[in-house]
């Protein structure tokens, strides 16, 4: 008898089946890396989730990435480490023998960006985020977790910035979106997390003027590129990470949980998708 080696495949979930970059990015490092494998978009219903992330494996997949509406019951149906445990919400899920683990990588995603983007970004001791829905906790464990000390968190409704205090301990200043023009001037790093500035939502309305010159700007959003906030900031001369970078960087963890192989983010790989953006 022949042994045959079967392909990996792993997929993202998600109900409608929204166009993805998912696997544009995951196809380029198999193909890039020479690996056999591949990696399937599957629309999976809430009433049939439970059945089909039970039976992953069965299903065919070596793991998946997990998105809107699933994050919370992928967390809930699996073995969580601290960090999906922390944000509430997985998005990556892997076997570990027989064991069903998950993880919730928007955090190293968040976090290698601003490393690759603006070394030194973690000196800074005070710092501004905007929004306080599910990005937002991951952004605000990833810059506890690198021992940022104050964290103030603005959202329109403010009861969802104290939720995350509470949640995240004292580290995480809620304050309300009035007082986002009093704390800039001490923000070493300002993070967008809403979806304003997004591509058809109302503009982020945020004075990149009144940062300190050594401040470093991301933004989550990622359709425009380059948001006006962005393009404010590297007006100004400082630094950023763009939510493509962050997108990017997400899903290594995931590749290398799969197929074995840590792969990069070239140069190469953001023009493929910066490329892709530009047909919406
Ligand atoms: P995600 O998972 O992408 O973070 P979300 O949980 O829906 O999405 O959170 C969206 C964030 O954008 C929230 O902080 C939201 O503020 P509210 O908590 O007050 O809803 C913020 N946001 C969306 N539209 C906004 C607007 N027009 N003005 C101010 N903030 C807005």
Same mark, same amino acid.
């Given at each position: ?5 079967? +392909? ?25 890396? #020479? ?50 445990? +922390? ?49 937002? #906790? ?22 969802? +910035? ?40 109302? +503009? ?77």
């Amino acid at each position: 008898m022949t042994a045959v080696t079967k +392909a990996q495949v792993a997929c993202l979930i998600g109900w409608p089946a929204a166009h993805s970059r998912s696997p544009l990015i995951h196809h380029y490092w198999l193909r890039t890396l #020479r690996i056999e494998g591949g990696y399937s978009i599957e629309a999976v219903p809430p009433e049939g989730f439970a059945e089909f992330v039970l039976h992953l494996s069965a299903h065919g997949f070596v793991g998946a990435n997990v998105t809107i509406p699933h994050k919370e019951r992928a967390l809930a149906l699996s073995k969580p480490d601290a960090r999906a445990r +922390a944000v509430g919400a997985a998005n990556t899920l892997w076997y570990e023998g027989d064991e069903l683990r998950s993880t919730n990588t928007d955090i190293e995603g968040f976090l290698n960006n601003l490393d690759a983007c603006a070394p030194g970004w973690d000196g800074a001791s005070d710092a501004l985020v905007l929004g306080a829905g599910g990005a937002s #906790r991951a952004v605000v464990f990833g810059l506890i977790e690198r021992g940022i000390k104050h964290v103030h968190l603005a959202n329109r409704t403010i009861e969802r +910035a104290r939720a995350l205090a509470d949640r995240f301990g004292a580290a995480v200043h809620p304050v309300s979106w009035d007082a986002v023009d009093d704390l800039l001037p001490r923000a070493g790093l300002l993070v967008n997390t809403t979806s304003l500035g997004m591509h058809g939502q109302p +503009a982020l309305e945020v004075s990149a003027g009144l940062l300190p010159s050594h401040a470093v700007v991301a933004d989550l959003v990622y359709v425009p590129l380059e948001t006006p906030l962005l393009a404010a900031a590297r007006a100004r001369g400082l630094k950023t990470a763009d939510g493509l970078g962050m997108l990017l960087h997400q899903a290594v963890r995931g590749f290398e949980l799969w197929f074995g192989e840590r792969p990069e983010v070239t140069p190469e790989l953001r023009a493929l998708v910066e490329a892709d953006l530009t047909k919406v």
